[in-house]
């Protein structure tokens, strides 16, 4: 499970990102293959190099300050894209330099489900980035080149062939996604059938919630769970929060999938032992509905959950045009008992704004404020001043993508209040997670 780009020495890091440097993803993409071959087998990598088009122009535009924000703004979507879609088995993210970064997973998988999480991937990363001083909203146009390596081809020739075909598909229009075997896409294709089938997923309730459990530091109690959407695609596998959201607004059913989810993580945790909490994630189709306090309000009595342990989780980018109505929405649930949490701090560039309007109970911390705190001691320096500032605001601390004792041991010694992470449990079944509390 987990990443090669975590727990790395620093010459092997990128040090802009924090991703996994080239070094690092020949020795990952290495090892993979040679462990493969001490079994007499086939090592199962698929490797994708992802591309954004004529960056030096960014750079040229708006200085590199704007440009190394876009760029690490890039790298967490490639990360949190990553976590989202492989939670099991092992996963590389890396920046080979540039605008070029390299995601591959040792795992099997179908050429057609690696096309279509390139494709989503690519939707992803050309999502609008704000934030980033005078360049406004800028958008990037990515590329990417897909191959699954064949017996003998070592990581300096998948480099060479999906920088090739990165080449090659730049000298093509409106090839936005091209396999190393000159194999094209259709554009759209996929996507518009993908959308169809989370219709009739819909429909039929085939959406799956997972909850992954929330543990106190103090006295190692769990403490409650964060509810997860998961969806078993027939033909392209298990498909992640991220991406079912993103299918679900291009279709616009954003507002039916958060209820379809909601209800179900609400009717489940209406049965658990008292006081444990239960975190879902809100979307921002809810927070600009004017009537989602009242709806998400009485959904959670219809459920006969009580609202005092509900907590909601929000992130940065549901936020930023609408911080206003947010507030207000969010001051609304509030009032009910419902406690807010803003997610994902630190991933990108925080507008500090937020903890001076929202009525926030706590801060979530995301991943790459926990990766290096055991090795580096400026990742330990920025720890200590995020969760001081917590605390001077009063507001809670969660720490999120903890893996190591060793992690565990720094965030309760320097004051965070709960932690998630795949060191205690990964995201598990209702039944297999009340099982775990009774434990």
């Not at 049965?271 to 879902?280: A, D, T, V, Y």
């Not at 507030?327 to 803003?342: D, E, Q, Y």
């Amino acid at each position: 499970m987990g990443s090669a780009a975590r727990n790395l020495e620093t010459d092997m890091q990128d040090d802009l990102t924090g991703l996994a440097g080239m070094a690092a993803a020949r020795e990952t993409l290495a090892a993979w293959q040679q462990d493969a071959v001490e079994r007499g087998e086939t090592a199962p990598v698929h490797a994708m190099l992802l591309s954004l088009g004529r960056f030096d122009a960014v750079n040229l535009a708006y200085g590199e300050t704007v440009g190394d924000g876009a760029l690490v703004t890039v790298a967490k979507r490639i990360l949190h894209f990553a976590e989202d879609e492989f939670e099991v088995g092992e996963w590389l993210v890396a920046r080979l330099g540039g605008g070029k970064f390299l995601l591959a997973a040792h795992e099997a998988c179908s050429r057609e489900r690696w096309q279509w999480l390139a494709e989503a991937l690519a939707d992803a990363v050309a999502h609008p980035i704000a934030g980033l001083g005078d360049a406004g909203t800028l958008r990037l146009w990515p590329r990417i080149a897909l191959m699954r390596p064949a017996p003998g081809e070592g990581p300096a020739m998948i480099f060479d062939r999906l920088g090739e075909t990165i080449e090659e598909a730049r000298s093509k229009q409106g090839s936005r996604v091209m396999w190393a075997d000159g194999g094209l896409t259709v554009p759209g294709r996929r996507s518009a059938m993908v959308d169809a089938d989370l219709l009739a997923a819909l429909d039929r309730g085939e959406i799956e919630v997972v909850y992954q459990p929330q543990v106190s530091l103090a006295d190692d109690r769990i403490i409650g769970a964060e509810a997860l959407a998961r969806w078993q695609h027939p033909e392209l596998g298990r498909i992640g929060a991220g991406q079912l959201f993103a299918i679900a607004e291009r279709t616009d059913h954003v507002a039916q999938l958060s209820r379809n989810i909601a209800k179900q993580a609400l009717s489940a945790a209406a049965k658990w032992p008292n006081g444990l909490r239960l975190s879902i994630n809100v979307t921002p189709a809810d927070l600009v509905s004017p009537n989602f306090a009242d709806e998400l309000t009485a959904l959670v009595e219809e459920c006969g959950f009580d609202p005092e342990f509900l907590t909601l989780e929000i992130t940065e980018h549901v936020l930023l045009s609408n911080l206003e109505q947010s507030a207000k929405t969010l001051l609304a649930l509030k009032a009910h008992g419902m406690r807010i949490a803003l997610d994902d701090f630190g991933a990108g560039f925080c507008n500090f704004r937020y903890l001076k309007i929202l009525p926030l109970d706590a801060i979530k911390l995301d991943r790459a404020m926990i990766d290096g705190i055991a090795s580096d001691e400026r990742d330990l320096e920025v720890l200590r001043g995020i969760i001081a500032m917590a605390k001077a605001l009063k507001l809670g601390v969660i720490a999120e993508g903890v893996e190591s004792e060793d992690q565990r041991v720094i965030i309760a010694r320097e004051g965070c209040d709960f932690y998630q992470g795949f060191l205690r449990a990964t995201p598990m079944s209702n039944a297999d997670f009340i099982t775990l509390t009774d434990d």
